[in-house]
């Protein structure tokens, strides 16, 4: 087949309502492009294909209202020459939507029975354009086409396609080099114009090498950038699962491009908050999202992700999953960091956290499997002095016009308090051993945790009624009383499921009571038997089933990676706490019987 012959004779009108100066704007168009061998037309042809591919919709329903194919060409007749001069770009023919479009404008021209020579030459050449559009896809118009007219060489665009993709692959190995004269062009200037001819590549498999290769390379001067439009695209086809990129070039598509970054953070967010997973699962999904190892890799995106996480916790003070969710996920970046080392010792941990209380930071980003189990309590007693040494001078603050500075201060640590909730399940374990004289600083670190926001000066108030809740559970789990008492276990159901507070009289956090009373039945030593009839007996009162078992997967999942050590049979306390819990979901409501 011979190559397209010039428009400049066969620009005639179309259709009235075929506007005149948009058809001609894209028959130049067209010309100009020719079979886009050139960077500047390959530039222009990516720029142009979505407004391409809306007028060839207005085109195909022009030839859709025809009678005919001589009606057609009489009517348009520049189609012909337009239709092939966009057949021989690669650019055009590449992607899914055009391509299909072309297919669809060459079947309305197709004639079934051709009636004259004009409608046998059509045919003709027809079958010869369908070379230029033979895919390995499956659609219904190159279906319709294959089977009318027996279109041939499937593998003829397959092959046009890898030719191009290795051409795109050549100008990627060029290395930077400053040119000698001011006219000389630097080879970095070619990543740009290759990243905007990859564009309506990035679903194609073919292409997955050249995109890998274009993330990948290393940026070696400032003139060394990738398109915006390409970005996009990657971006929008991740999002859409029609590109699956390996994990090194989707962790380069987030450092190049932070709209992307923030929207898998955001995706992450809202997949976990919105299906209330597991805490198993919800590690397994941190994981899987990659993100926390590109947050090791790179400090910045770390700060992107946990702008992200401070913002959405600012607005959800009180929503358990989303602090579930930043616990998971620092303790996944955590894990990366150290998998990272001796590389990671290069970047120092404030680097990674500028805003936290510095005096905070490594007593609270310190495991507490990094130090003797003897050490815990007196590590607990001072991170407590700290905060309400911090929350104090909040309280001072509040009369003069450093009040904002102050509430910034305290919300900053609270925030590195729930990033590393590892000790706050360490002190809630505490509690279950500790006297009277002891438990003070464990409630007062807990209760800051669970109430951060001194509502209406209330703190004190929350402080009190926590204490009331560890004296409840202390001396319901200190010793076997047959029948236990009825009072008590209903006050704790209260407590776990309370009616609306008074105004400015906010109740104190389900989830405080919850965890204790959990870690209560596990760590006490009271027979389980016991143990479990308590949970049982709360737990059905207060309808807390999904809580509950919650409570027990994040204690046994902190067990295991060894952050809590536990005493001689903890694990099957937990297993057979589990399992009641368990039996006690897929039990029938006695309404149901």
């Known amino acids: 087949m011979s190559a397209p012959q010039p428009l400049s004779q066969l620009q005639q009108t179309a259709e009235p309502l075929l506007n005149a100066q948009e058809t001609q704007f894209w028959l130049d168009k067209a010309v100009a492009w020719g079979q886009a061998d050139r960077p500047d037309s390959q530039k222009d042809t990516c720029l142009h294909l979505s407004g391409l591919r809306d007028f060839l919709q207005q085109l195909l329903t022009h030839i859709n209202n025809m009678s005919s194919t001589t009606e057609t060409m009489k009517k348009l007749p520049f189609l012909g020459q337009f239709l092939g001069r966009l057949c021989w770009n690669p650019y055009v023919t590449v992607g899914d939507t055009s391509r299909e479009l072309l297919l669809r404008c060459l079947w309305g021209l197709y004639s079934d029975h051709p009636s004259n020579a004009v409608e046998r030459k059509a045919n003709q050449w027809i079958q010869k354009l369908l070379r230029q559009l033979a895919t390995e896809d499956d659609d219904a118009a190159a279906q319709a086409l294959m089977k009318h007219i027996g279109a041939p060489d499937k593998e003829y665009h397959l092959e046009v396609l890898k030719k191009m993709v290795t051409k795109l692959q050549e100008n990627i190995g060029k290395s930077c080099s400053f040119p000698s004269t001011i006219n000389q062009r630097c080879a970095c200037d070619t990543i740009l114009a290759t990243s905007e001819a990859c564009v309506p590549l990035v679903t194609c498999p073919e292409a997955s090498s050249l995109i890998d290769a274009l993330l990948q390379r290393p940026v070696t001067c400032v003139r060394d950038g990738l398109s915006e439009d390409f970005l996009d695209a990657l971006s929008s086809a991740c999002a859409s699962q029609s590109l699956s990129l390996e994990e090194q070039a989707l962790i380069s598509l987030w450092c190049h491009s932070l709209s992307s970054l923030e929207e898998a953070v955001l995706s992450l967010l809202e997949s976990v908050t919105n299906t209330g997973s597991t805490p198993h699962k919800l590690e397994l999904q941190v994981a899987q999202s990659l993100l926390p190892k590109a947050c090791a890799q790179h400090c910045s995106m770390f700060l992107v992700a946990n702008d992200i996480f401070r913002s959405v916790l600012k607005q959800a003070e009180g929503n358990e999953s989303v602090k579930s969710l930043i616990q998971t996920f620092t303790r996944c970046f955590m894990r990366e960091l150290a998998l990272l080392q001796p590389q990671a010792m290069s970047v120092s941990m404030k680097a990674f956290f500028p805003q936290s209380p510095q005096s905070l930071l490594t007593p609270l980003i310190t495991l507490p499997s990094e130090m003797s ?102 001396c319901l789990f200190s010793r076997i009383r047959r029948p236990l008492p009825a009072d008590r276990l209903q006050s704790l159901a209260t407590l776990l499921s309370p009616p ?94």
């Open 373 to 474: 189990q003897e050490a815990w309590k007196s590590h607990l007693n001072w991170l407590s002095s700290s905060l309400q040494r911090v929350t104090e001078g909040e309280e001072e603050g509040a009369i003069d016009s450093r009040s904002t500075r102050g509430h910034d201060k305290v919300f900053e640590a609270w925030f590195l308090l729930v990033e590393c909730g590892h000790w706050v399940q360490v002190a809630v374990q505490l509690l279950v051993t500790s006297g009277p004289e002891d438990c003070g600083p464990l409630l007062r670190l807990l209760t800051f945790y669970h109430h951060p926001t001194n509502r209406w000066h209330h703190r004190a108030l929350q402080l009190v009624r926590a204490k009331e809740v560890w004296d409840h559970l202390s």
């Open 500 to 593: 609306p507070p008074p105004p400015q009289q906010p109740a104190l956090a389900p989830s405080f009571t919850l965890n204790l009373l959990v870690n209560f039945a596990v760590f006490c030593q009271i027979p389980l038997s016991a143990s479990t009839e308590i949970l049982q007996t709360v737990v059905d009162e207060s309808g807390l089933f999904d809580e509950a078992a919650c409570a027990l997967s994040s204690l046994e999942l902190r067990l295991n990676e060894g952050n809590c050590l536990p005493s001689d049979g903890v694990h099957l306390r937990i297993k057979e706490l589990q399992n009641t819990i368990t039996h006690m979901q897929s039990a029938p409501s006695p309404a149901a019987i």
